[in-house]
């Protein structure tokens, strides 16, 4: 008897019901554009390359300072955001390998004994309390066989997040060096502040023991001498509040570092970073540009987000599934392995979307969503990043320029002041005159210290705003699995 009336009707079913099908992905697409870094470029970057690593990936070691680089190794071990960056690299990486089980076929064996009590209505006899005990073995198995790629896209996706988070493993150690170095700096800053008003507070009392002379002497009033008195008094009170600063930033320093308040007490005091440590290149190369985590991580999320859609897309289509059982049930014990017990059952089984109400184009709608979410990201990321280093090579500049002018506006002012207080002492000069060039140099000293604080932490920032000399490992191949 020929099978071939029943083949061809088979065929003409599967053919109308492939062609009926009523979830279609067409009409839906992305609309999120990247942004391409070179048409964006300013003045500010150049296209030739460094040819020295700067910034390099341990940029802080380059500072030249022993004491900073094991308060940086120190915050690396201890830090909690950067302890929530590893879990969270963690998490991402253990999604792979169940993205990765989802390709993979699946075998199960399965083994019961069960005693029953049958009821009279379950009872062919009526009587009931009939007991039996029912033994089974058996051996599952499946495989999806991923016809259009779904799963495997579904794979890279994890993968693609993985990586990014990886990335921002990297992006939280940059940006914990940063801020210890900055904070180490500030605490730097503090002290100098503390040394300021500790000089200030010498010079007042030497103006004091010099008035109380003149005093004496008639050549000044005691109204000139309250005034100095009320001098050393509010440098006194700028002392106290210098030493409050020196606190303050030696307890920031130790939070960062993952230690409570009382280890700022057993910081050592750190030295000044020296300018050249920091300077700026002659040129900015830019290519370092693609060299920040948060960049490169953006990047991976686009790509996972593509890989996203391929995966709802393969929805849309049938696919295949092959089953296989295979094992022994038996009433009897000594019957378990023989032949009436056995059996077995394998088949495939093809899957094909009709009908879902929407919900599959719903997903691949959501899909193409979050792809576009994910390029405004990173074209934020990209603006933002341009705009951190160009605002940020225009500070070290401007700062550069204000210390010079700070520099010789403190030296005259000191010798101003060597020149005021040498005619104070002789008895020729005027006390306003001494009181207004010791103001005029503290205001100097405070105001220099500031500048040369604030272009360490521009500079800082300006490593951190260039990726630190992030340098990101070769990526897998995704054709290897």
Known sequence: MS???????????FSALLLAACASPQGLHTQGQALDSASLQGPTFS????????PAHDWWNSLGDPQLDGLIAAALRSNPDLQVADARARQANAAVLAADAQRQPTLDIEAGVTRSRAARVDDPSGQGRRYGTLRSLSLQGGYHFDLWGGDRAAWEAALGRARASEVDRQGARLTLAAEVTRAYNDLGLAYATQDLAEQDLKRTRDMLVLARSRVEAGLDSDYQLQQTQSLEAAAEASLTAA???VDSARIRLAVILGQGPDGGARLPRPQLIA?????????????????????????WRVEAASRDIEASKADFYPNL???????????????????ASRFFSIGPALSLPIFDGGARRAALAGRNADYDVAVAQYNQTLLGALGDIGDGISRIHSLEQQIDQQQRARDIARSSYDIAMQRYADGIGNHLDALSVEQQLLQSERQLASLQAERIDASVLLMQALGGGFEAAAPLSTSAR
């Open 3 to 13: 099978t071939m009336p029943l083949r061809t009707p088979l065929s003409l079913m």
């Open 47 to 54: 296209d030739k390359l460094s040819p020295a690593t700067w």
């Open 243 to 245: 030493t409050r600063q």
């Open 275 to 299: 300018p050249s440590a920091v300077s700026l290149p002659s040129h900015v190369p830019a290519e370092l540009i693609g060299r920040r985590p948060d960049l490169v991580a953006a990047r």
């Open 321 to 339: 599934n092959l089953s296989l059982a295979v094992g022994s049930k038996s009433l009897l014990g000594d019957a378990m392995f023989g032949g």
